[in-house]
Each structure stands twice: as structure tokens, then as C-alpha cells.
């Protein structure tokens, strides 16, 4: 079983500031997701990330790959209050099948 | 165009009552999953659908559980003899393929066991 384990678990910040949240794993990925969850819906996707060492960015949200694919951090500058929700990775593997973390669950707070 | 649909958004049930809860994926994704997720928690892998191949049915946490997906679209996932620990939201995504397509999410069901 690939286990992904995210932290912390629950984040209050205030508006502003700096935050980052980090997906682990024993196992190796062939690609990693991270989708963001509100209340009632659906995950929506943020971004995929292929390749060790690979970092996207997106607007104030960084996103990085670990170099042996096992890691993913995810990095949101000056939070506002409309980032708020469950942030959740994903990893794949080659057979197809994906896991998902247990989740994130940002407040920030105005 | 459309998402993807699921129905009902919410359901009450009796324990030892069968449920059926309806998936209608995107027009055109061969990829289908079900997941399981508890108030505030991650997703558990339920069942994966990929074109005509057979399902993945690994995630099924036991043999009440069951599901089909129809001439490739429409999906439903069955949960007999429903238990109080089968309470969650069950969320349903649909994707181009397998293996590290986006995937997207319905609303979800909320099914409660009584």
C-alpha cells in the first residue's frame, strides 16, 4: 500500500502571510497532484507535477516535485481569505492508480 | 459543457438498507472513479473503470459493496445491507485516461446511515 502523508493537518493563518504544506511518501510517483476542495464540491485540480526537482508556479502558489519523486510541497505566498478549503495531493503510479493524502485544511483568516 | 453529475446529492438510509448512487461522467472520458471521503478527510480509493478493460475493484473495503459502469458511461455504485460506518460523502471522477489525467469531480452524494 503507498501511503502519501500531508502536514500539518489543519493551518489558521491571518491574511498575509506565508504558508507551506507538505505531501510525503516512502514510495516513488510517476506524477503528483494537488487538487483544493470547498465545502459541498468536488476537488478541482491546481497542478501536475512530472518531473524530480520540477517546480511550477501559479500565480502565489508554488509547487514542487522532491528530485526522487517521493515529496511535493506546496507553497502559498501573502494568503488571502479565498484560499481557504482542503488542499489535498495525489500521487500516481505507473499502473494507473492513484492515492491521495488525507488533506490540508487552511484557514485564513481576514 | 457539463461536469460531472451525480445523483442524489443526499441520502438517508435505514442500516441493513441497499443504496445505489448514480454517476454521470464527462461525454467522452474512458477513466472512471469512485472514492469515499469522511468530513474533512482525504479520498479512499474505491473502484477505477478504464474504457473496456476490467475494473480495479482493489478499494472496495468489503463484498456489500459493488459496482458497473454501463456501455462505458453512466456508473453506479450499490452498498448492501448499508452499515453505520458506510456514512461519507461518495465522490465520483471521470477522466480522458488513466494514470495522472486530471480528474473531475462531481459534487459528490452524502449518504447517511441511520
Known amino acids: 500500500t503507498q501511503l502519501l502523508e500531508q502536514s500539518p493537518q489543519f493551518l489558521s493563518i491571518q491574511e498575509g502571510e506565508n504558508l507551506t504544506v507538505y505531501c510525503n511518501s516512502s514510495?516513488?510517483?510517476?506524477?503528483l497532484q494537488w487538487y483544493r476542495q470547498e465545502p459541498g464540491e468536488g476537488p478541482v485540480l491546481l497542478v501536475t507535477?512530472?518531473?524530480?526537482?520540477e517546480v511550477k508556479k501559479l500565480k502565489r502558489l508554488t509547487f514542487q516535485f522532491g528530485d526522487a519523486r517521493k515529496d511535493s510541497s506546496l507553497h502559498i505566498t501573502a494568503a488571502q481569505p479565498g484560499d481557504t478549503g482542503l488542499y489535498l495531493c495525489?500521487?500516481?503510479?505507473?499502473?494507473?492508480?492513484?492515492?491521495f493524502g488525507d488533506g490540508t485544511t487552511l484557514t485564513v483568516k481576514p | 459543457g457539463a461536469g460531472v453529475s451525480q445523483s442524489p446529492s443526499n441520502k438517508v438510509t435505514e442500516k441493513g438498507k441497499d443504496v445505489e448512487l448514480r454517476c454521470d461522467p464527462i461525454?467522452?472520458?474512458?477513466?472512471l472513479y469512485w472514492y469515499r471521503q469522511s468530513l474533512g478527510q482525504g479520498l479512499e480509493f474505491l473502484i477505477y473503470?478504464?474504457?473496456?478493460?476490467?475494473?480495479?475493484k482493489s478499494g472496495l473495503p468489503s463484498d456489500r459493496f459493488s459496482a458497473e459502469r454501463t456501455g462505458g458511461s453512466v456508473s453506479t455504485l450499490t452498498i448492501q445491507r448499508t452499515q453505520q460506518e458506510d456514512s461519507a460523502v461518495y465522490l465520483c471522477?471521470?477522466?480522458?485516461?488513466?494514470?495522472?489525467?486530471?480528474?473531475?469531480f462531481g459534487p459528490g452524494t452524502r449518504l447517511t446511515v441511520t
Open positions: 471522477a471521470s477522466s480522458l485516461g488513466g494514470g495522472g489525467y486530471e480528474q473531475y
Open positions: 514510495s516513488v510517483f510517476s506524477s
Open positions: 507535477v512530472v518531473t524530480g526537482g
Open positions: 495525489a500521487g500516481w503510479t505507473n499502473a494507473g492508480k492513484s492515492t
Open positions: 461525454s467522452g472520458h474512458t477513466a
Open positions: 473503470f478504464q474504457g473496456n478493460s476490467a475494473p480495479d
